[in-house]
């Protein structure tokens, strides 16, 4: 009987050792394996076989997806103008140009910017009106406030609120879409001279304003805040 030598043992040992590290790395083949990974197909395979298994689970059903929207389109208009009357059909064009308007949050912003035009012509802050107004509507707000900072008059107002906002009037004119808002608000209000002396309104008085406002922004801007084109007090 022949007897390994020490050497012979070693690399028999050696070679054991490697077979089972193998092993463990690579792991055995049971024939359920994934193929292996080819970026050229992988995307069509994936896409077949998606659609291979909406074909066995999918039922296509009629759409009516074009009513709907048709429906949907004009739901916000309706809320606030009767179908069919002259200002349901004004507000109608300007969503047709403007997809993105919406009555009601154009009535939550122009309560917002009434406010600010309001208190920014009483403390003569021409800054904040250039970005608010037109130009015409600016230079004739200009022209008042120089008028009364020439003559040392200044105006003590103090917003209340906003009591009412009502759309009553819209169209596009050209690419320019006009709203018109009634608003009634309340204001305190004087007006003093040089010497302090109160020569309109009354500082201790809350009183009742009506206004018929409209404002204006072109469709075509990117830029989607509206300015004060025309302003009247309404008796």
């Not at 009601?104 to 403390?123: H, N, P, R, S, T």
């Amino acid at each position: 009987m022949e007897f390994f030598d020490f050497g012979t043992i070693f690399f028999l040992v050696a070679a054991v050792v490697i077979f089972f590290q193998l092993r463990n790395v690579l792991g055995r083949r049971t024939g359920n394996e994934r193929p292996p990974f080819d970026p050229y197909t992988a995307g069509r395979t994936r896409k077949e076989a998606t659609s291979q298994d909406k074909s066995d689970t999918v039922v296509s059903l009629p759409r009516r997806r074009s009513a709907a929207t048709a429906e949907e389109k004009y739901q916000s208009i309706d809320a606030v103008a009767p179908p069919g009357s002259a200002l349901n059909k004004g507000l109608r064009s300007i969503k047709d140009a403007d997809p993105a308007f919406d009555p009601q949050g154009f009535v939550d912003g122009a309560k917002l910017a009434y406010e600010m035009i309001v208190m920014a012509y009483a403390d003569g802050d021409r800054r904040s009106l250039k970005n608010l107004l037109s130009r015409e509507v600016y230079e004739g707000f200009v022209s008042a406030i120089d008028e009364r900072e020439k003559r040392a008059e200044k105006i003590e107002s103090s917003f209340v609120g906003i009591d009412k906002a009502t759309i009553v009037g819209a169209e596009m004119k050209g690419t320019e879409a006009h709203v018109t808002l009634r608003v009634v608000s309340e204001l305190i209000s004087a007006t003093r001279d040089s010497g302090g002396s109160v020569i309109d309104g009354d500082p201790e008085t809350v009183a009742e304003v009506k206004d018929v406002w409209t404002f204006a922004r072109d469709t075509r801007s990117r830029d989607p805040n509206w300015k004060l084109v025309a302003t009247e007090a309404e008796e």
